[in-house]
């Protein structure tokens, strides 16, 4: 998307064997060759298992659209385009969305105190603006709840306001000194959409805010739609069991007595809803208030990364990559993966919906990649070759991917493992020519290059068919 008028005209060519949508990216037009991204895809779902539903979009208008894999692994029931899934954070874009819409409405201004709504919570001098933002220092909801509600009941908005309000938990930092993630932020903007509209949170989203841009199938309470017959099916693998398990046949998740909690990305969506949104967010709701030129306003400049250009704020994030600036989102939650990035060049829109937990967010930037015509390494059937292998002490150490957390490289009776805090240890495994690749049916690879003497100079990692340099620290 591009804040400045330009005409943008996409031609339908059809042959015999293929089909092609012009798209203009970066002033000059390249053609999107679906059997090209066909063929990609189904490598990743013959090689990696690859299972979800995948939509390009230019200038808001759809130009690929399809489903991989199964929507039940076990009986072989293939996934379908309407199926919704769980966005996990993306789906806090909604709820800052409804609080704009209070805004257009004259109901509430950016610089209000939350106390002034809910003046029995103890956090004083913290603006909407800062709440939306991340930067209120409010601390996140879930261990109190976890010690201090039942586990049998189900908690909603207002009991964890009550329990926030009684508890009497200092905030974590001065409000507007940093930014730090807090899912209370927008529990308690949720809680603020209903005190003000006077109405059900859903109610208010679905009927002021998401059905006037033409979203039709997203739901928050999944009972009340009967959403749970629309609702997909998630799958994790199982390196103990060798196959996917259902996610409804796991172990029962710990913090399922939260799921009643509405604001803070517990929505379900299609991917044709989400990319309406995305379209209808960045143009319609978010540059109204926060965008000027194209960028995102940096809300705290001492925590910003200016030099790479990432900022943050009103439920979304703003990234420099080397297909220019875009906004991007992904969500996390059991057997669902999801993601989108929207280039601002281009008008480029690509989101990427997985019910097995594929790595979604790498796989949306090769496919934009892909869309505009540069060069994607294809998945290939990985080899472990027992001999030839570099020493593997030079290969340890601490590697850091550009904008991401840092992972360990180490060595464990004679093997290499990926090892990251919060994760379990995957075995790295060498396939020849100084690369190695991760045995957790993944599209990631290591590369290392080494001088003459066999020390280190420089690593790469390979996912989804680009490659990122790594920095050792």
Not at 134 to 156: M, R
Not at 233 to 249: C, H, K, L, P, V
Request: aromatic share 14%.
């Amino acid at each position: 998307m591009s804040l400045k008028k330009t005409k943008n005209v996409i031609f339908l060519l059809l042959s015999t064997t293929t089909f092609f949508c012009l798209i203009s990216f970066s002033g000059f037009a390249q053609l999107l060759d679906d059997q090209k991204i066909d063929s990609f895809l189904n490598a990743l779902c013959r090689i990696e298992d690859f299972s979800g539903n995948i939509l390009i979009a230019r200038s808001g208008k759809t130009v690929y659209l399809k489903s991989y894999g199964y929507n039940d692994i076990q009986k072989k029931v293939p996934l379908t385009i309407d199926k919704a899934f769980p966005v996990s954070d993306i789906g806090i874009e909604f709820t800052a969305g409804g609080i704009f819409r209070l805004i257009e409405q004259g109901k509430l201004k950016l610089t209000d105190s939350i106390r002034r709504y809910f003046p029995e919570l103890p956090y004083y001098n913290v603006n909407i603006s800062e709440m939306l933002n991340h930067s209120s220092g409010i601390p996140q909801y879930f261990q109190i709840a976890f010690e201090k509600l039942s586990h049998t009941d189900v908690a909603n908005n207002d009991s964890i306001v009550a329990l926030m309000s009684r508890s009497g938990i200092p905030l974590d930092f001065e409000p507007g000194s940093k930014l730090s993630f807090s899912y209370t932020n927008y529990l308690l903007l949720a809680s603020l959409i209903e005190k003000l509209s006077g109405r059900n949170f859903e109610d208010y989203m679905l009927n002021d805010v998401l059905n006037p841009a033409g979203i039709r199938s997203t739901f928050w309470d999944k009972n009340r739609t009967s959403g749970i017959n629309k609702i997909a099916q998630g799958f994790y693998y199982s390196t103990d069991q060798n196959t996917f398990i259902e996610i409804a046949n796991s172990d029962p998740d710990e913090y399922q007595f939260l799921n009643g909690i509405k604001g803070d990305g517990n929505v379900y969506t299609t991917i044709q809803d989400l990319a309406i949104w995305v379209n209808h967010w960045s143009k319609d709701l978010l540059y109204k208030t926060s965008v000027n030129d194209g960028n995102l306003k940096p809300f705290s400049l001492s925590q910003t990364d200016t030099s790479t250009e990432n900022f943050s704020g009103y439920g979304i994030l703003q990234s420099k990559r080397t297909m220019g600036k875009c906004l991007y989102h992904d969500g996390e939650f059991p057997g669902f993966f999801t993601a989108y990035l929207h280039f601002f060049k281009g008008d480029l829109t690509v989101i990427v919906f997985s019910n097995n937990q594929f790595q979604s967010w790498a796989l949306a930037d090769a496919l934009a990649n892909l869309a505009v015509g540069n060069h994607v390494e294809f998945p290939y059937e990985h080899i472990e070759i027992k001999t030839g292998i570099p020493s593997l002490s030079s290969l340890c150490g601490t590697y850091q991917i550009p904008n991401e957390n840092a992972f360990k490289v180490v060595e464990v009776a004679g093997k290499l493992y990926r090892r990251r805090e919060g994760d379990r240890d995957i075995e790295l495994k060498y396939e020849g020519k100084n690369r190695f690749y991760y045995s957790d049916r993944s599209t990631r690879q290591i590369r290392f290059d080494l001088d003459n003497q066999g020390n280190y100079k420089m690593a790469y990692l390979t996912r989804c068919g680009l490659t990122v340099p790594l920095v050792k620290q």
